[in-house]
């Protein structure tokens, strides 16, 4: 019996935990947010590229309206911006033609606070300036967040859901009780008269 109870004991020491190092996101994985921005501004640009400049596993959608593209094509879209060198710099050159003054922001590292960083996340990968991966990194974290900051606030609405049924079942079971009490009431004043 002893030996049954050491065995026991020793099976709910802790077991030694070895230290887990935080992995770096994976720089071809996007947060959805930017992956989405990057495969539209793509896909709108595909429209202006000639038929030479376009990646071949794209030539078939390129004749798609953008918004077709992007639906359709989002995988292909987003694997040619990865493996396509010359792809990505014409969609970049859109960018600096479209939003100068975010592309030299994101190109200097100086980027203003206010600035969205899923959009900034798309001007460094699209660029690649120096420590485009922390940028990236920075998306992630800011998805993460957003992620974790959703599902806390389903959870909250669910509580909130669930405490306001508790109430209102408590407020029916009180309600529920308090007319027996009456009717119990009533019924101890009719056998007091009959007492009497």
Known sequence: MALSVLSVISLRRPLP???VEPVEPDPAVLPEPVRKSLVERAA????ALEPAEIPPTLRRVARFEPRR???????????????DEG??????DALRTEQPELAAAVE?????AAVDPAEVAVAAYLLRPEGWERVLAGAHATAGREVRDRREAAEASRLREQLDAARSEGAREAA???????????????LRGRVH
Not at 108 to 112: A, K, L, Q
């Open 17 to 19: 935990v070895e230290p």
């Open 44 to 47: 709108a640009c595909l429209g």
């Open 69 to 83: 593209r992007a639906r359709l094509a989002a995988a292909q879209i987003a694997a040619a911006l990865e493996r």
């Open 87 to 92: 792809f990505r710099g014409r969609v970049a």
């Open 108 to 112: 200097s590292g100086d980027v203003p």
């Open 176 to 190: 529920r009780l308090t007319e027996r009490l009456e009717e119990a009431k009533a019924e101890v004043r009719v």
